[in-house]
């Protein structure tokens, strides 16, 4: 998920005002002095990235997210793996989700499995991150997982209370957001737009590329899954998967996430997954692959060599 929570929600909302009144008048201001806005490359929206060599990859990003988020881990993984990197349905420059299902992790998880069968790929190694670890959960108890690498996963909490505030949070300030995307080359390129955009998301703001922060301005808008997820999401734990699943699990939790602080989401996940790694990051926060992309990448290649090497 995107966005912090509890006391740290209304600082969030907050910030979020802020970041959008001071893009506009930022704007504005550069318009009354003659200034140029600057431009940045245009992060085309698409639905998906495919490259490398070698056993399959499969890349899921989080809710509000797209793939471009899996680019600083890329240039790692591609040389041993053939890494498949989808923008999920309803996300911005994804598949279009179908008017006649409703919005669900098993819905998302149902397209992801159809994906899988038109490439012919009936297992493959998953890394997700957030709602994608929750999805590579639910592609593993289908038996589609050659090993499982979670950074950050959504779907297990101990407090109702507390995910159903950071769900309405994600939904507002996604909403919030998507009014200012004639605005995004601005808040990419203003430090402390940026740093009220991402402190959230990541320990490391300025690590991500700012084309990529235009990117996720825009997508804010072209991402009309998100309300409709983000409300039915809180009412449906992750189920345990089977303490006899013959793939490895890692779970990598970031000791700066302020989104799925460990303490309330790390400790029950673990409870529903038997037999997984535990691996404590440390300074990176909920999105960690901009903050940190060669660890989190040598994190997960760990993981598939050791499994790809056994089956050789």
Known sequence: MTVTNDPGRRKTAVATAVLAGSALATTRAWRKRGRPRGELPHLELTAGHRAGIGTPLLLLHGITAFWHVWSPVLPYLEPHHDVIAPTLPGHAGGPPVDPQVAPSVDALADAIEDELDRLGLQTVHIAGNSLGGWLGIELARRGRARSLVLLSPAGAWKSQRRIELLAATIRRSAGTLSRYTAHADTIATNPALRWLL?????????????????????????SPVVAPLARVLPHAQVQPLPADHDYPV???WGDRDRVLPFKHFGA?????????ESVRLAGVGHVPMSDEPAAVAN???????????TAV
């Open 250 to 252: 890692r779970v990598v």
């Open 299 to 309: 994190l997960i290649l760990e993981v598939t060599r050791e499994v790809d090497k």
């Open 198 to 222: 991402l402190s959230s998301q990541v320990a490391h703001p300025d690590h991500v590329a700012p084309e990529l922060v235009a990117a996720t301005v825009r997508a804010s808008a072209a």
């Open 268 to 276: 029950p996940m673990l409870e529903r997954i038997p037999g997984a």
